[in-house]
């Protein structure tokens, strides 16, 4: 099927709606308005984070760096591409294909993406458990792939 008739997916519209707000809040009121997109990304990603521990409670399974994918909020299509990898203290994920961060490309909008991913995964992580810490060692817009390294603070 060629791409103009392609479905387009809840992943896509979110994207692109993200970056539209995000774009109009920047141009309206400048490094303030990123400021507030950032705040508001941190604030969302606290309450998921929050949420997944509710989750994990809710299946017996304490808020701890083990049960953190297995009750994870959001499922993996095959709009990402992914692997995860367990340490004896840490899990890394590596992120080679990611439908928010193409689109954003796509739509030449990856500096208003860029507020999104630069605060999402660590918010999550700090809501989750405030001694999860998230550290994104690689970017997708600048390296192409998305690294994080999960690990709880010693």
């Avoid at 840490?90 to 992120?95: D, N």
């Amino acid at each position: 099927m060629k791409k103009d008739l392609e479905p387009v997916t809840m992943y896509h519209m979110f994207a692109k709606l993200f970056a539209h707000l995000a774009k109009e809040v920047s141009d309206t009121f400048g490094d303030a308005g990123k400021e507030a997109v950032r705040r508001a990304v941190k604030n969302f990603g606290e309450e998921r984070g929050r949420d997944i521990a509710r989750r994990a409670k809710a299946k017996g399974a304490t808020n701890d760096l083990a049960n953190y994918l297995t009750t994870y909020d959001m499922e993996r299509s095959d709009h990402f591409e992914f692997t995860d990898t367990y340490g004896e203290d840490q899990i890394e994920q590596l992120f080679t294909r990611c439908v928010f961060a193409n689109q954003w490309k796509e739509d030449q909008m990856e500096e208003y993406g860029y507020l999104y991913c630069e605060m999402i995964d660590p918010a999550i992580a700090r809501g989750y458990n405030e001694n999860l810490e998230c550290i994104q060692e690689k970017h997708c817009f600048k390296d192409g792939v998305c690294a994080f390294c999960f690990r709880m603070k010693k």
